[in-house]
């Protein structure tokens, strides 16, 4: 059975479409089209069985709503009528403007679509854009404030004020520069008040291209002229008052000398063009390439070389005109080649010596580790040494450029100095040949270990933070220190400092004999007794206390009757031992 159509709501809307609506009926599962007279609604949704949501398309006068679904199309006479909304106006932007007309003005609104008339008071402006909320316009020509209307096909819109303002007549006040060359191209400066909306700007009879514009300046590009001329800005208010700007004639540019004249075919390189008259270079020209310009002086043009081939004329234009010609020669260039570095890593500080091998390496004018540009020492075709500029720990390209192009890169390692916080043990005997640790950081590449001058005998790396050393012979407290790729460590923080003792001796005990029951207090007399750490009696540890560097006091621990060693022990080692009698209790 077809769909049936029992009534919309609402049953009228605006000819312009777009109202939202409710159709009632049965049978609208499936439906597939909702139209109004002949035109479509759009947006349209199917509720449920009964019930149809729907905007309604332009139109006009009464018409037939239908639906079509899967069964056919429903033949109620159900009607909506099409009724013709007035405009309605709600802000213009700008409110206001010159007397003279010619500004864009935008008018917002609701049932705008096809105005046919936009009256600023009695006079119509020219309309540029139309939509049912927005309309623009050119505001003609009026004076004071006026009513601002819309005309549609469904009647005049309320009224917005619009008022019209008195624009000073534009004011120079000064050029800068007064004068340029007669081919023009020079940018001049133009400021005084009143400059805003310029519309023109002549040199004599000439027109200025204009760069930029405020109330109080304008920019623009001067045209080629000759003579003193006037100078007028032109806004909506009228024309200034002239300022006078001559032209000058500017000597042809005379090209003595290209240094270097040949270079590489990628071109890249610099090249320094010496001679006359060259200030305010525009242009320079390799054959029909323009090169890039770095600097510019009366005397000398700096540029950068483009990509050529052959030999080929070198030109400058400046305002003065084109210069004579010199000859470039491109020539095929290899690019360079690398092999190897050494060494690949080095510390963060830069400065050491780091040698590049390759081939095509002769003429480098630039060695780069990363980003960084390093000082180029020696220079072969096979051989660069260079000063490694600084960076952060990382891996960076090391790359060579020369005429010919830049090289393939190969990596170098910047690698953070090593650091000694601590030593385990601090001590040791002047012979050496003890094991010490060493605790720090960056110690992973260490290729030696010195105590003051002398080199470990023997060091293993446990970890990046940790390494077992073999002290070598010394005398005295000296730093230690650890070498690796990324320098020598400093002795700025931590405790990097190491002993070396002698060993320690016995010349007399007092007194050398006592009771069997101990706890008597025997004097040790002797040498390099400050750091004793054990004295034993028979082997037998007694509790002590280093008095002086020569005298050690023990308490005797119980002994069986007879005698013992005693002995003392030190970082540096055992005492040799003395004779200690213990006497029946």
Known sequence: MAPVVISVSPTQGASVGGTPVTI?????????????????????????????????????????????????????????????????????????GPAAGGNTVTINGVNLTGATQVLFGSQPATILSNTSTRITVTAPAGSGTVDVTVTTTAGTSNALSYTYVS?????????????????????????????????????????AAIVSNTATEVVVTAPAGSGTVDVTVTTTAGTSNALSYTYVSVAVPVLASLSPSSGAAAGGNTVTLSGSNLSGATQVLFGPNAAAIVSNTATEVVVTAPAGSGTVPVTVTTAGGTSN??????????????????????????????????????????????????????????????????????????????????????SYFYIAAPTVSDLSPHLGPATGGNTVTVFG???????????????????????????????????????????????????????????????????????S???????????????????????????????????????????????????????AHTPAGDSNSLPFTYDPS
């Open 513 to 567: 004999e006592g009771s069997s029951a101990g706890g008597e207090a025997i004097v040790l007399t002797g040498g390099n007794l400050t750091f004793t750490d054990m004295v034993t009696f028979g082997g037998v540890p007694a509790s002590f206390a280093a008095i002086s560097d020569t005298q050690v006091v023990a308490t005797s621990p119980a002994g069986a009757p007879g005698t013992v060693p005693v002995v």
């Open 167 to 207: 624009v000073a007549v534009p004011v120079l006040a000064s050029l800068s520069p007064s004068s340029g060359a007669a081919a023009g191209g020079n940018t001049v400066t133009l400021s005084g008040s009143n400059l805003s909306g310029a519309t023109q700007v002549l040199f004599g009879p000439n027109a």
């Open 441 to 511: 950081s960056n110690l992973t590449l260490t290729s030696a270990v010195n105590f003051g001058g002398q080199p470990a005998t023997a060091f293993t790396v446990v970890s990046d933070s940790q390494l077992t050393v073999t002290a070598p012979p010394g005398s005295g407290t000296v730093a230690v220190t650890v070498t690796t790729p990324g320098g020598t460590s400093s002795t700025g923080i931590g405790n990097p400092f190491y002993t070396y003792l002698g060993a320690p001796f016995l010349t007399s005990l007092t007194p």
């Open 325 to 410: 010609a010199l000859s470039y020669t491109y020539v095929s260039v290899a690019v360079p080649v690398l092999t190897s570095l050494s060494p690949t890593s080095g510390p963060t500080a830069g400065g050491n010596t780091v040698t590049i091998n390759g081939m095509n390496l002769s003429g480098a004018t630039q060695v780069r580790f990363g980003l960084n540009p390093a000082t180029i020492l020696t220079n072969t075709d096979t051989q660069i040494t260079v000063s490694a500029p600084a960076g952060p720990p990382s891996s960076v390209p090391v790359t060579v450029t020369t005429a010919g192009g830049t090289s393939n890169p190969l």
């Open 24 to 96: 009632t009926g049965s049978g609208f599962t499936g439906a597939t089209a909702v139209r109004f007279g002949l035109s479509p609604a759009t947006q349209v949704v199917v509720l449920s069985d009964t019930q149809i949501t729907a905007r309604t398309p332009a139109g006009g006068g009464s018409v037939k709503v239908t639906v079509t679904g899967p069964t056919g199309t429903s033949t109620q006479n159900v009607f909506y009528t099409y009724v013709a909304i007035a405009p309605i106006l709600t802000s213009l932007s700008p409110a206001s």
